[in-house]
């Protein structure tokens, strides 16, 4: 695979880190797989510094791991995908607390605009499957931000980087994208009535649903050095 250059007026090490951290979501990066400064250099169009500040970020978000002298995409286990689920199902459940008269007009709006945007996704290409993964995860972070708590927001940006991870390497997402996307109308319907016990067991079962996508074609043997 390749990536495409970079326009030099971004911020680069933002830039190559966003750009690398979606390939390893959307599995263009496959676990195990080595992150290469040169080869992404090239592929990049810029020099080895930024490259080198983005791995390193990489590797504190848990999405690569150094092993021996090399970076390389971090392997997901069986525990990994156990702890992704408890640790989202706590944020996530949180975050529907902390809304509480907090869901304004203007959050909702958002909120749907994010909808409608999954509903017209055709999931026919690879570019589509990494849009709705997008849209998945501004829905999720756009409820965390309505909360106005920047450590909810930041938790919950992390555990959507992996669990959305996850479900691209399970291979479950073109089936149940529909369904995912019906449940986030049932939370955003029952935060519009201002229900929040409805909006919390909306979420609930939303979480347990995606729990049950991660099929056991998400983990990946771990290499030995």
């Not at 390749?2 to 599995?27: C, F, G, M, W």
């Not at 999720?140 to 669990?163: K, P, Q, V, Y």
């Not at 691209?168 to 019906?182: D, I, K, W």
């Amino acid at each position: 695979m390749s990536l495409a250059p970079l326009k030099k007026s971004e911020t680069l090490s933002n830039k190559a880190y966003q750009v690398i951290r979606d390939a390893i979501v959307s599995s263009q990066f496959a676990p195990n797989d080595v992150l290469i400064e040169e080869k992404l250099s090239a592929e990049l169009s810029i020099s080895r510094t930024p490259i080198r500040t983005a791995l390193h970020r990489l590797v504190e978000d848990g999405l690569a791991k150094v092993q021996g002298k090399s970076i390389v995409v971090s392997p997901l286990t069986e525990d990994d995908i156990a702890d992704i689920s408890l640790v989202r199902q706590s944020v996530e459940l949180l975050v529907i607390e902390q809304l509480k008269d907090k869901a304004t007009p203007a959050l909702i709006r958002k909120l749907r605009e994010s909808i409608d945007c999954q509903k017209r996704s055709l999931m026919s290409s690879a570019s589509d499957y990494l849009e709705y993964i997008n849209q998945d995860y501004i829905f999720h972070t756009t409820l965390a931000r309505g909360t106005e708590n920047r450590f909810l927001l930041d938790l919950t940006e992390r555990i959507n980087t992996h669990s959305n991870r996850c479900l691209m390497l399970s291979s479950t997402l073109g089936t149940s994208f529909e369904l995912a996307t019906r449940e986030h109308v049932a939370i955003v319907d029952a935060l519009e009535a201002k229900d929040y016990e409805s909006a919390c067991q909306a979420m609930y079962h939303h979480l347990q649903q995606i729990k049950n996508r991660y099929i056991l074609r998400t983990t990946q043997p771990e290499e030995t050095d």
